[in-house]
T-cell receptor
Framework: AQSVTQLGSHVSVSEGALVLLRCNYS??????LFWYVQYPNQGLQLLLK??????LVKGINGFEAEFKKSETSFHLTKPSAHMSDAAEYFC???????????FGKGNQVVVIP | NAGVTQTPKFRILKIGQSMTLQCTQD?????MYWYRQDPGMGLKLIYY???????DKGEVPNGYNVSRSTTEDFPLRLELAAPSQTSVYFC???????????FGPGTRLTVL
């Protein structure tokens, strides 16, 4: 069954520094991959997604992710962290039919001034 | 266009009590989902529905029931609340032909 792995539950990054969140997937079929963001006391919001086509995907708020089949990875990056990026980030993969999502455990990002 | 709304925002239940978590969407989406979120565990799918009158189990359905009598509403029922059901519950919806799921703001439930 399709699944994703996110390592390191808490990630601290200095303001202005690179944000890198790692996601590795397991899938027996070409995966559809997603990154969602959850701001405090809110629901999840889609940052970006990869389905087919270009492997470098750009999302909202300056985030992007690259699908690498050889590494089974879909890491999320942002060149320069902003205080407003403090949130929890989830990687997810489509599992089976009916668009069911399997989520990773999430990364809580803390931005240090 | 309110999107996905959930009520209540917070609730404290005693063991053995029952309650219904409400979810409504005004986007005419045919797919709807219920997830629970536990700290450090990500989101787990409880139940989902592909349209009015059709529901199916997700990863963690035990202790819950759902119904889907209309396109807009997808309530989640807890019949005999247990401490293990303390969690944050999210409802989501999507339209067919689009992969993006839209999430509600969540219901924080505590069972004591």
């Amino acid at each position: 069954a399709q699944s994703v792995t996110q390592l390191g539950s808490h990630v601290s990054v200095s303001e202005g520094a690179l944000v890198l969140l790692r996601c590795n997937y397991s899938s027996s079929v070409p995966p559809y991959l997603f990154w969602y963001v959850q701001y405090p006391n809110q629901g999840l919001q889609l940052l970006l997604k990869y389905t087919t086509g270009a492997t470098l995907v750009k999302g909202i708020n300056g985030f992007e992710a690259e699908f690498k089949k050889s590494e089974t990875s879909f890491h999320l990056t942002k060149p320069s962290a902003h205080m407003s990026d403090a949130a929890e980030y989830f990687c997810a993969v489509l599992r089976g039919g009916n668009n069911r999502l399997a989520f990773g455990k999430g990364n809580q990002v803390v931005v240090i001034p | 266009n309110a999107g996905v709304t959930q009520t209540p925002k917070f609730r404290i239940l005693k063991i053995g009590q029952s309650m219904t978590l409400q979810c409504t969407q005004d986007m005419n989406h045919n797919y709807m989902y219920w997830y629970r979120q536990d700290p450090g565990m990500g989101l787990k799918l409880i139940y989902y529905s592909v349209g009015a009158g059709i529901t199916d189990k997700g990863e963690v359905p035990n202790g819950y029931n759902v119904s889907r009598s209309t396109t807009e509403d997808f309530p989640l029922r807890l019949e005999l609340a247990a401490p293990s059901q303390t969690s944050v519950y999210f409802c989501a919806s999507r339209t067919s032909g689009d992969d993006e799921q839209f999430f509600g703001p969540g219901t924080r439930l505590t069972v004591l």
